[in-house]
């Protein structure tokens, strides 16, 4: 193991690339690039680009085919970032494109990208205030994956993820938009997840998400909404039976409609800690989904009386919500009885 661990050291000194056979032998690869440890070995990578000519930015390595590119808070400008991007590269496209922590915030635009592509962007953590219409177009053919959380995002044109056809996946939490647009607006046919947790959000417009037939979560939580419209969860036709999750937990909404639900019946709603008091919407919700609705209204205002009755006479239609307390009692539903609650039968 020591002459081992003494060949290995000697090649890097020379800046040779070596891989550990499974027998312990050694044996040379060519020039040494880059190099990422594992439990059988060093395993060679030589899809990376030139690590001087990336700085301060660099390339790790998953294994012989994948790879990252990552910046971190050393770089000081979009330019910067162009020129590294513009760098060539042994291969046309990598998994990940990581910029954290930086001081960026300049407009996304597709001018800032070089030729190389990336299947996962991951812009977090930075000071980008503004995306424009046409800013991700460039990996319209490879990009699954799109972070731009904790960035100081106001003006998202959000007809730029109509470009994005292979896209599953779009996180905007914990920015500072206020606006997203209904009426079809976005038609993004592979996205499967949206989270828009954390941000300034008053509404959520018409027909926002009809246009989406895979969306499994869409998350609202920790904004400002009171209003939701007509038809804002409203599909025009859902290509899987997938259960859609809801998350509307620590909003200011004081009712929801049932008219605001259509086209999709595996739903569960997340309205924990809103200011809900009034229930008799959701009977038409679990009517407009064949009763399979999942409902959590725990940490509203809402008074166990008999307005509860409808719930608590059915068992089965109670099965439906989650087990909230009563504000005026110590009391939660699945205590309740209908004697108590001066139920008529």
Known sequence: MCHLRGLLALALVLGICVVQNQGGSLRRTGQLRHRTAS?????????????????????????????????????????????????????????????????LQCMLTNDIWGPTTFQEILLVENQFSIVDNHAFAHFNKSMKLLD?????????CFSTFNNQPHVEIINLNDNKINFIPGLGNMEVKELREIHLRGNSLKTIMENTYQLMPKLQVIDYSHNMISTIDPGAFAFNTRFNDNRLTINLTNNLIEKFR??????????????????????SEFYEVLQDTNFKAKIFLNGNPIICDAQLCWIVQNKTIMSH?????????????????????GCSM
Not at 148 to 156: G, P, S
Not at 267 to 275: E, F, G, R, S
Not at 321 to 341: G, I, K, M, N, V
């Open 148 to 156: 731009l959380h904790k960035n100081r995002l106001q003006d998202v």
């Open 258 to 279: 049932h008219d605001a639900i259509s086209g999709i019946q595996n739903v569960t709603l997340n309205l924990k800690n809103n200011k809900i008091q009034d229930l």
């Open 39 to 103: 439990d059988e070995g060093v395993v060679v990578c030589s899809i990376c680009p030139d690590a001087v000519l990336i700085e301060p930015c660099t390339c790790i390595c998953h294994n012989a085919t994948s790879a990252d590119i990552r910046c971190g808070p050393e770089l000081t400008s979009c330019e910067e970032l162009t020129d590294i991007l513009n760098v060539a590269t042994p291969v046309s496209q990598y998994l990940r494109l990581v910029v954290q922590k930086t001081s």
């Open 321 to 341: 919500f989650d087990d909230f307390e009563c504000t005026d009692s110590a009391l939660t539903l699945y205590s309740l009885s209908p004697d108590y609650l």
